[in-house]
């Protein structure tokens, strides 16, 4: 199992941008798939954006497709969120998320990661 932690939240304005980052530690897998899911007060936690820890395939929800970037250092085994044009809409608690799931696409629901981190707050005002 491994151990995710999240970082780089914030409060900024409409049109700014930040970067999370998803520390990973513990025993992964080079199908492992990672991802950020995000879930706003009174809203049932939706997918972000994935990708795939080797190769670094990615999918994106159609809500966040031109503004934000997903991405991983292998390296320093780190999962970033890269978020541009920041909106009101996207203010959530952010959380990274990784599936040992076999899939020859990238899956997307939630019920196929088994591990989460604690989350990390981003506020976009108007």
């Known amino acids: 199992q491994v151990q995710l932690v999240e970082s780089g939240g914030g409060l900024v304005q409409t049109g700014d941008s930040l970067r999370l980052s998803c520390a990973v530690s513990?025993?992964?897998?080079?199908?492992?798939?990672m991802a950020w899911f995000r879930q706003a007060p009174g809203k049932e936690r939706e997918f972000v954006a994935a990708?795939?820890?080797?190769?670094?395939?990615?999918r994106y929800a159609d809500s966040v497709t031109g503004r934000f970037t997903i991405s991983r250092d292998n390296a320093k085994n780190t999962v970033y969120l890269q978020m541009n044009n920041l909106k009101p809409e996207d203010t959530a608690v952010y959380y990274c998320?990784?599936?040992?799931?076999?899939?020859?696409?990238?899956?997307?629901?939630?019920?196929?990661?088994?591990?989460w981190g604690q989350g990390t707050q981003v506020t976009v005002s108007s």
């Open positions: 998320a990784s599936s040992i799931k076999i899939s020859a696409s990238i899956v997307t629901t939630g019920s196929a990661f088994g591990s």
């Open positions: 513990g025993r992964t897998f080079s199908w492992n798939t």
């Open positions: 990708i795939k820890w080797s190769g670094g395939s990615t």
